[in-house]
């Protein structure tokens, strides 16, 4: 199994920054690009960063000049620091992973169960 824990949420007041972490665990052979998302009630999960193992990034236009993502492929671990937050970044923040469980298999998305970043205005 893959296990995907994120930390780092909580309450922040605008302006501020938080910093995310998501590490993995478990049985695998490797990790191909990971990524950060969030999700607001009623509404679709939002892709807000993407990172390959060589360090290639991709942000989603909310995030961009504000949101870094970054990972240590020894520790198996992707973060997301955040500045300049607003009311808008008020969601559930998940990481996801594409992992490839043995040398021969496919790679598959594996999820975090998520971290609430509240912020306040």
């Known amino acids: 199994q893959v296990q995907l824990v994120e930390s780092g949420g909580g309450l922040v007041q605008a302006g501020g920054s938080l910093r995310l972490s998501c590490t993995a665990s478990?049985?695998?052979?490797?990790?191909?690009?990971m990524h950060w998302h969030r999700q607001t009630p009623g509404n679709q999960r939002e892709l807000v960063a993407s990172?390959?193992?060589?360090?290639?990034?991709n942000y989603a236009d909310s995030a961009k000049g504000r949101f870094t993502i970054s990972r240590d492929n020894a520790k198996n671990t992707v973060y997301l620091q955040m500045n300049s937050l607003n009311s808008e970044d008020t969601a559930v923040y998940y990481c996801s992973g594409d992992f490839r469980r043995t040398r021969s298999s496919l790679y598959l998305p594996y999820w975090g169960q998520g971290t609430q970043v509240t912020v306040s205005s």
């Open positions: 990172i390959t193992p060589g360090g290639s990034t």
């Open positions: 478990g049985s695998f052979f490797s990790i191909n690009s």
